[in-house]
Structures are given as C-alpha cells and as structure tokens.
Nanobody, 121 residues
C-alpha cells in the first residue's frame, strides 16, 4: 500500500515536499513515479525515478523546479516542489512500476491515495 502525504495550500513561489511511504511492500525493486490530476483535466505524468535512484525523468513543465528522490532504506519516495505555480494545483499520486522508468500510467501497477496541492496566486 502506498500513501502520499505532504500536500497543502501554498502561495505561488512557495515550496512543498511530498512523501510517498509504502507498507507491506518493499519499493527498492520498483520504478517510482508521481502523477497529478488537476480539476477537469486528465491524469498527467510528473516525474519518475529508477529503482536505484540514478535515473530520473520529468515532464517539461516541472523540470528545474521539482526533484524526485528516494530512500530505499526508509521505503519512501519524495517529490520536492519549488517555485510552485497556480497551474501546479492538483491531486498528486505516487505509483510503483515493476519495469524501467516510464512516463506512462499504464506501466504503473500500484497506486497510492493522492494528496491535494493547492497553489494560490
């Protein structure tokens, strides 16, 4: 089971650090990803990280502002979000994929409940 946390309300330009903790399953052999869904929009890929943490990939709109990382010893994945913009407002979800890192939600097998991020202008 995956559980995302760390969301909240922040002003534009602010920062949040999301966490995704796993229980009952080791994440160390999974590619991990973050996705988001804004109101009225489809689910969007945000970032992914390889099982060893040495490979990352971001959607262009967050590149340079967001950083995905993982601590396999703590069975946790993080998404550090800086310079937040109102268009980053969404419910953020973490997910685990058994294969290599991917930006396709179909490749992710396990999903956590989301955490709401709201960025005010």
């Amino acid at each position: 089971q995956l559980q995302a946390s760390g969301g909240g309300l922040v002003q534009a330009g602010g920062s949040l650090n999301l966490s995704c903790a796993a229980s009952g399953r080791s994440l160390s052999l999974y590619t991990m990803g973050w996705f988001r869904r804004a109101p009225g929009k489809e689910r969007e890929f945000v970032a992914t990280i390889s099982w060893g943490g040495d490979g990352t990939y971001y959607v262009g709109s967050v590149k340079g502002r967001f950083t995905i990382s993982r601590d396999n010893a703590k069975n946790t994945v993080y998404l550090q979000m800086n310079s937040l913009k109102p268009e980053d407002t969404a419910v953020y979800y973490c997910a685990a994929a058994p294969g290599g890192y991917s930006n396709k939600f179909q490749d992710y097998e396990f999903w956590g409940k989301g955490t709401q991020v709201t960025v005010s202008s």
